[in-house]
């Protein structure tokens, strides 16, 4: 696929120096191009490849324009640019409309037009299917569930039953949606099981990472809104609420009954207890543990990060000391009040 | 399935107020529950919405039946109580018997009564599945591995080669029992495999969620005791030991040949290093590392827990000062004796 | 199988005390082995065992050499020697060569000699799979990857488009290689998509435990180099590269564009920023978070350890009284100094 730099120009409103006639074929980086692809300046780190890039085009911001050697796309965003023309340059992989021979597809279920459902993938009693959507191979869809048109699972997902998943979702291998939560009450030692009860309901343009879970809810529904996006090897517990558009990076682990706002970002590993609520517009540092609600926007903190190994040993020696510490720096202070004051004392005699 | 009140207050042993002949068909929230519902009050931040509810009964404790506008069920535990009515009034889905066409058996695999093996399921040479189990779509059952009765692998399940599963297991999807554990020992740089050549036991009435992974033992077998119940996304190495009725909640890890004892309970992401000893009824808050050994019950922690940026930013930084501030304290304190001393000479003079 | 000692022996270059004819048949652990096992003592932990052992041979070193009541096998790193004899004693299972019938290949793959693709397993266009592997049941190999010769893929491994493995590769169930990166542009609130367009290269002898996730390159290639080992749930983001022979335990993980180096070894639950560089043989201990790029060889940390819950209490709350205690230890120094350059004043007087 090639397209003309003025069509690319025009399809991120961009402004274009250079020739408009020039074909594009592929996206590289500034480093690697070479004729018939185009590049993108975002990080400064960067600008020192501009002045020898052998790219067709560099998509950059206005104070990198006179610097550029060859074409230009000049624009407010580069990387949002870049993200939409590599888009348009290498769309969704096609696939064909059917249902392969091995695959096990129930009588009930529904499968709308243009839908490709892989070998060995099996749907339950119920299921529905959405236009054009793509179940790959392994893939496993309990009895009720649906996925709406324009969707891809890409191999090995599982959605369990009663789960609603929106259209043109995009769910990577390993993912499971819709399993148990974890619901347990303790009886004199053992545990008795909490039926989990209610579902799993996720929005529109969703993308969901490799080994990702979602558990149903307990008696309502867990629920993802629209534009989300989860890195891969996250858990989401029974009745979280994650907000429109939120971002969540991977390895990430959310307790049972927290609601998250939109626009937030986690940072990979963070750990958020329990029942608690974050607003929208919070973010969140990698591998924090968020014990409290946090309602307003902000950027929040709670990590301590790596040291040489005998600087480490003392922080923490000391750390354990502070306690310690504390009361022996106020007995400091009331002692030194004491003797000024004898001082002032004898400064007044 | 609809059971008269009177009958749910006998499985329970609760005090009935009210009348015993109503129908209960559901479970369902205090704040959402309508007519045919039975609802719990356990968390007194609840306590509000039962003045309003319009469920057919809740599920109280005793200093909150006078408040209840509708039947009640008087008990110790209200939330114990609900886990197991909603048990009753949900039981774990029936399933067919029998062997789906597309699963592959293997001849010499023993399938007890009232089994049923889902599509596209795979089972090795010598597998033993007891009576009533459910083996999902998708799931592998190397050889020789042993399922107990009454068990349900949800699908895409993998069980190695000689894992023992006892009675009444349920596993999520994704579980893998029985991986090699991570045995490498050093040759001058480079890497040589150790065997791992125990095996995963499992005893009975143990829940294993979603992705949660399990390394077989390197000599001798990896071992979880009954009533054990893992969350989502975990993992456990070779030689663990996992004492009976311990709760394990979603994305913690522990190392190798690492003993827990019983009735603990691991909170979310907890990381505990190899080869240590936790004694029954150790309890461990969210994210922390351990360490070390703790032999004695109690509860543990080590984490530190989200603050606002500017706030952590000055913390940390000063937690790297914090052994040149021990270092200046105790200066402090000699310099102020000397001069409480030489005051206090001054006072003989 | 069974082999004679003083084949083991010259097998591992160590040397024989005792009968050279003695057959051994299995390795067991010093405290449990019997005739016709052979053990190792590596840790002075299990000395104490070495006097009442019932094995046929004890590898150990020099200075265990006069307690043994049995043949041993001295040498310089029995653990090592361990490995390389039971890797002897049990070799990798023999499988059949051939392709189930249930299995789904595309026309243009190519199988090598004795490659066994197991039940359900799915292999799509273009893929070359290298002699003597064993690709497992229920795994998918996308379009155009590439498996190098010797190879196991044990069961449920998804292997997306194009990626490329090297000979002798181990990947445990639900392994996902070559998944999407996580690249998005924000466009005022929303994201939108950037393609992943680059590779994973995979080295040789390289093994991943169960339920790990490789992601593919944004524009150029993931690169894992031979002789890495990974364990169980661990997340590498795309444009990773891991150098050769670096060991790394589980629940990792590594962001995007982060560049570790060769023989490096990272313990449980590290998390690694992306864009840093961990140079050759750098160390991390378990749940150490890595915010920074660390050039030089060392052993790094940045956690705190699990504390009794009051301990812990204490130190979080004085952690965050920290900067305050800072700047009341530089008052009192001021104060101080004042009192004693009046005192040295007066003692001028």
Redesign the interface.
Known sequence: MAVRLGELARHVGAQLLGDPECLIER???IQ?ATGGAICFLANPKYRKHLAHTRASAVILAAGDRDACPVNALVCD?P??S???I??L??PRPRHPAGI?P?A?VAQSARIDDGVWI???A?LGEGVRIGAGSYI???C?I?RDSRIGAGSRL???V?V?SGSVIGERA?L???V?IG??G??????G???????Q?GGVVIGDDV?I???T?I?RGA??DTRIES?V?L???I?I?HNVRIGR?T?I???V?I?GSTTIG??CTL???V?V?GHLELGDNTH?????????S?PEP????????????G??????V??????E??R??RR??R??LE??S??HGDDDT
């Open positions: 996206v590289d980086t690697d965003n990387y949002l870049y993200a939409r590599s888009g340059l290498y392969h091995s096990v892989g070998p060995c099996v790959g191979p392994g496993v309990e890409v191999a090995n599982v369990c995009l990577h291998p390993g499971v399993s148990d974890f619901g347990l009450a303790n009886d030692g053992g545990w008795v099981k909490v039926p009860l993308e990472g490799a080994n879970t558990d008696l309502r534009g996006k890195d891969n090897q858990q517990a558009d971002a990076a991977g390895c682990g307790a939109s626009n940072g990979g590993g750990g207890v969140f540092s990698a591998q924090t543990l968020v014990t409290r946090f902000g950027y929040y903190s709670g990590n301590f990060p790596a040291l040489p190994n600087e480490w040993k003392k922080a923490t000391r750390t354990r000391q502070l306690d510490m504390a022996r720096l400091l202070e002692r030194l003797l000024e004898v001082r």
